[in-house]
């Protein structure tokens, strides 16, 4: 059976999306048949992140109220032979959906794939509590910034109180020159508001960025230090 991770922030903008779209690439590109899932309804940015913007006819709200079958939704990703993507409702939808909705669908999906990666909405809501339902782990994307932090914190709180207790954080947009200089807090002011393991860091780096706008996952360019650096911490998460 398949394992659910669910990725999720305090706040927008720490890369969580860009996090949820590498390790769902970096562990296709080592045999595993995965499935990204968007969760963040209205804000959806899963396919431009892909490349697969084109390609969407139905998202996971046709899924959960039934309009279509969900191999209808699901899209492979170009370029690799084990990663598909169902994306999010392209506009903010009225229609109903519950944590036993998304338990149904995920044990389904358990049957076929072995990691469903669910990118939920930044923050917390009625989407993330609905989007954990199903999780196994969640991993928790936040930056060396204090507002993140502490909405970081409140977000694991949140997952721990609705019985989401094996979590973890990973801290993105680490610059070492400003942490150096005082003008971003530092790793230990950071890791000390989070009851969770710390399973990696990821260096500012404008690579990243410009594979995201280009819809390329980072890790398909194999060898670089971010590709290894990506590797590493998905194997604590998934271990």
Known sequence: MGKVLLVASGKGGTGKTMFSVNMGAALAQRG?????????MGLRNMDLYLGMEDRVVYNIMDVLSGICR??????????????????AAPRLDERDITPLHMAILCAKLREVFDYIIIDCPAGIGEML??????????????????????????TERFLHEHGLDDTCVVLNRVNVELMREG??????????????????????????RISTNKGIPIV??????????F????????R
């Open 32 to 40: 595993y048949n995965v499935l990204l899932v968007d969760m963040d």
């Open 70 to 87: 969900i191999s209808k939704a699901i899209i492979r990703v170009d370029g690799f032979s084990s990663l598909y993507f169902m994306a």
């Open 129 to 154: 509590e609905v989007s954990m339902e199903a999780a196994d782990k969640a991993v928790i994307v936040t930056e060396p910034e204090f507002a993140a932090s502490r909405d970081a914190d409140m």
């Open 183 to 208: 003008y971003m807090p530092d790793l230990d002011t950071v890791t000390s508001s989070f009851n969770s393991p710390l399973v990696g860091i990821i260096q500012e780096d404008d690579n990243i």
């Open 220 to 229: 398909m360019k194999r060898g670089t230090y971010i590709e290894k650096n």
């Open 231 to 238: 590797v590493e911490i998905i194997a604590k998460i998934i």
